[in-house]
């Protein structure tokens, strides 16, 4: 029916057609939509963070400290990466971390950030992300006032956040707050910061 030479130029014709075809859909992928998924590669990828360092501290007249930081961990969790999310929560209230209920709620629909507990110590973080799994901790700078609470009418208190709530925390916090550092950080395929 066909002899060898026209099997022979039907797949070459054939062979050529599908390289065309891979061909200009690499330089339609490449060239024409390079910004589109320059752009949607760095959002996906990117995350940008702000961390406050090194909150300022409050001495008396003499240079001792009445205020100053100490460092602590508070630990989080993105929801899309909990397969269960009941069985979670299980887990984290049989380590003794009780939830509250916007946090679960959170964790229900998969939002994408939680926070689990705030300014905790870090031998305790350490060891919660060991032993419960897509839970991870961060460091933060916490207040600390070695006199307790002989001042803590006057001295006033910070929140989590190591914002000023009260007191001269409150009425020198422009003065107090730390340098803002703006941290650039990538993710990986799952969204985990790396």
Not at 30 to 49: C, G, M, P, R
Not at 60 to 74: C, E, F, V
Not at 169 to 187: C, F, H, Q, S, W
Request: hydrophobic fraction near 40%; include cysteine.
């Amino acid at each position: 029916m066909f002899n060898d030479r026209v099997l022979l130029r039907f797949f070459s014709f054939f062979s050529f057609l599908v390289f065309l075809t891979v061909v200009g859909r690499l330089f339609y992928l490449q060239v024409v939509k390079h910004d589109f998924y320059s752009k949607l590669v760095e959002t996906q990828s990117n995350a940008n963070i702000t961390f406050t360092k090194d909150r300022g501290l409050i001495v008396d007249r003499t240079g001792k400290p009445l205020a100053q930081n100490r460092k602590t961990a508070s630990l989080y969790t993105f929801g899309r990466n909990i397969d269960d999310p009941e069985a979670f929560v299980k887990s984290l209230q049989s380590k003794g971390i009780k939830l509250n209920p916007s946090a679960k709620s959170a964790l229900m629909s998969k939002n994408r950030f939680v926070w689990i507990e705030r300014q905790t110590d870090i031998s305790k973080a350490e060891t919660l992300k060991k032993a419960v799994p897509g839970l991870e901790y961060c460091l933060e700078d916490a207040r600390f006032y070695p006199e307790g609470n002989m001042l803590a009418g006057v001295l006033g208190f910070t929140g989590v956040d190591n914002q000023g709530l009260s007191g001269i925390e409150y009425y020198a916090d422009k003065m107090l707050k730390g340098t803002a550092i703006p941290v650039n950080t990538i993710r990986d395929s799952r969204g985990k910061l790396i």
